[in-house]
């Protein structure tokens, strides 16, 4: 190597030594080490600089096997897979918000006369809102105020506006936004005045109904419930058939199919019915079963073609019978609820309430988050000329969406997926030790503040660090899963 | 581009070098020492009156500069700090827990000789903080403040109703008998949150049970007995004062009230306000009541807490330690010697920061009348009384850390306030959890297995004089709760 090299080389070398350095000292050494410490004894109450007669101890997969044994872990995992349910929407919520963001606003052309019709909307609403018991507040004037100035924005300054306003969340700092909507799900804070008045009137009016008018809701959600069921298994079905799926594929999402059916057996509120939806899956599992059996499919698959695709669909199939099941089970009892008076929730301190506050506020902060950005630079990727193929063809909007834009954004939904999971598994640390402090009795404690509560409240930093690399597992499984079966959706 | 990255990291280094300069150490001539504590604005004055005592106790023989360290006082930071060899000088702890915890990590100096030697031994404070401040006959700390909580009473929210203030001794039954009254009257039908009238903020349950006869840990501190009828009765009891009856707020209520200004946070605000009509606090709640009413003070009176035969409260004190990786250790125990003098406890008095060390001070006239605040005559004599005659301290097992008790009981209590346990299932869980994690304890520390096996068989003898009507020797109890119960109860020699 000439001295012009050499020399180039340590320029190189000191420009990136200092993140070389961070990186050796506050990530891979520290990730080795506690890696170790897993394996260890290590109580900071015995080993510090203080005690030096007690030395750390190997003891094998001690940590883990009590790991096992833990029944705050088991409990704390539920919470942090319970706020992952969050996920889909947080990504749904990404992608419409880069898809309007994606057109241009600036001047009085067609989609700002567009989007002053959807002020206008906006306006009704609020007049409704008002209406039904909602005053003229500072939230309202506040509501208005800040819509009409992002209109004015948007049609001055384009998309930029509006794009720098969806991100302010990602940049504003956690804290901050963590105690901005500790005060928005104040008992006296704007969400509950906003309430108060909308459910003091349906009080009113649900008291003068007959409960069994009322409940008629819960059966019309219940019906829906099974028809979405009934369809998934009928779409299962023709994908097989038509060979877009292999065998294998069926398997893991007809299951997922099938556990709201199971929830509805534990919490229905009607006897006569609880089982029905459980009945009717199996039914059509086994009907499906001996279709598979009897008849053919009409073209060759490849084994586990259209996995990833089926287990996307089934999530959000899902989740919506796990809605569903939410609405029915609140209307059902709703002329119970209302006898009193229906009262907001407790948000942050109420057990039930906690997680989906916590939930709500990070959609509010997801979808204007990075993943948004992705999907723009995505959508700024799909090749123009097949949607101007698509507009010969004719196609709606949903066929240009579903036949062209979704498609093309596979790679970056798979990523986004990937990186919220990893994100899910390992958050709710900020959250908990700023809003909750982990309760009301543990709702909100996720793995990530466990490990943190663990480590410094007892001091054992060995089964501190297990439930660490429990964690890493456990994010390193569901990573490998995604690859396995989100690569072939995205390929697919 | 790398002569840009050379200047960016050259900027750096001058900056911090400059950044250091400024630190209090680097400018001062002589030894700067750092006093970990909450950010409690009496603290200001005790430092000015520690420099002054100082300079003229020891004239210039012993010369350093004490700085009070307020963002450094949470446990965890204290003790990792400790261990890494970096923390403050002085370590302030809010009673025995955290001083038992930070004690078994080895952070804290024993600090017996020293104490004898320069006057701030445990003969200099109240003698029932022993096992706040010393673990087997070794001492670890001094008091700063020393509490007995009890229920402040705004006089004003009484008088507002038409009603007379509660006696200052009452009965279960009495409390919820006035409780209902007042929030029946206080309260209209369409109340907001932010308006609502409770009787007292908080409520121990621990103190409510011990006034029934019954602690959560056995005579010898052995084992959590939280499964029994009267701890359940209690949770049950709080549970309907709070969800029923609308005595207590409960963590909807405190949310509601948005206010959190000024030391203490919200519920000294709310008490002011006659959100609360009583305070369930220490003497140092004055710190920030003397400020109310354009700093008139407000009409008080202090109760204590409503006992269901056998009144109580608890004794702890926030206190001072030395810590053992500190470079002055030597000039620390000047402080510590600071903290029994008559100067310092004058300036508790005064400032009303809780209770002063030495319970001698509190006889005086400064103590019990003080000249600027005729509006709190009474008061102080209250908790002085308290302190002497009802206190007991917490009871701390030897067998498992208190900070680990202190949050299995909070998640039990959680659980069952959530509605996710019953409040038997929820008193079971926090025995059995409290029990295993007496047992993690004890096998990672097998030094402590004779004493507790001596204990357990000490256990089983008290429970058969028990079964048998016997009296029990006194040497037997380890509680200090139930030493001082069967003392009034005669049920020990």
Known sequence: MNSKKTKQLFTGIGFISPNICG????????????????????DLKLHNMFKPENTIQFVGFANFVRLFKDEYFLMYFGNTLFFMMGIPFGIAGSLGAAMLLNNNFRGLNNRVWKMLIVSAILAASLAVLMAVGLK?????????????????????????????????????????????????????????????????????????????????????????????????FKVINHKWRDAEIDSMSVILPTLFTCIPAYFFSKVSPVESVKWVPLTIAVVLLIACIINWIIKKQDFDSTPWKGHGGMIVGALVFMVAQFICIGLALVIYNLPEMATNGLEAPQWLADYYWAKPAIMIMSLWAGIGSNNMLLYLAGLSNVPPELYEAADIDGASGFQRFSSITWPQLAPVTFFIFIMSIMGGLQGGFATARTMTQGGPAGSTTTLSYYIYTEGFNTGRLGYASAIGWGLFALVFSITIFNWKFGSKYVND | MKYIFLGALLILVIASIFTKSLQPDAKSKVPVLYWSTDPNPARTTQIEVFQEWLKTTYSNEVNFVMKVDTVNSDNSKVVIQGVSGVGSDIIGHCGGPNMRFRQAVGILEPITQMAEKMGFGLDKTFKVLTPDLSIDGEQYAFPLNVTAPQLWVNVDVFKKLGMDAPPSRWSIEEFEKIGKKLVEKANTANVTPDKRVFLVSNLSPSILTRSKGVDEFNETLTACQADNPTYIEVLELIYKWTEIDRILPNESDRQAFSTEAGYGGQTYQMFSTGNYAMLSSGRYALIQLREFNDGKGMNLKVVEFPNGGFPNTTIGTRAAAVYKGGKNRDLAYYFMQYLASPEYNATIIADADALPPNPEAMKTEKFLRPKDHPNEWGCHEAFANAANNIAIPSAFSPF????????????????FKAKRATSKEAAEKMQRRINSEIQIFLKENPQLMPEYEKR????????????????IPTEWIYNPFYKKYYQEKGIIE
């Open chain 1, 23 to 42: 990186f050796l000292v506050f990530t891979l050494v520290p990730l080795v080490f506690s890696m170790i410490l897993a394996f260890t004894n290590w």
């Open chain 1, 136 to 232: 003229a507040t500072a939230l309202t004037i506040l509501i208005t105020t800040v819509g009409g100035l992002m209109l004015i924005g948007g049609a001055v300054g384009g998309s930029t506006v509006y794009r720098t306003l969806f991100f302010l969340p990602c940049f504003t700092s956690g804290v901050a936004i963590f105690l901005l909507w500790k005060k928005m799900y104040s008992p006296v804070g704007p969400i509950n005045i906003a309430l108060a008045e909308p459910l003091n009137n349906l009080s009113k009016t649900v008291n003068g109904i007959e409960p069994s008018t009322v409940q008629i809701g819960f059966w019309l959600l219940f019906a829906l419930m099974l028809l979405i069921l009934a369809w998934r």
């Open chain 2, 400 to 415: 498992v850390l208190d900070n680990t008790v202190n949050l299995e009981r909070t998640r039990a209590e959680g659980e």
């Open chain 2, 456 to 471: 357990l068989e000490i256990q089983e003898k008290i429970n058969q004089y028990k079964k048998d009507g016997k009296k």
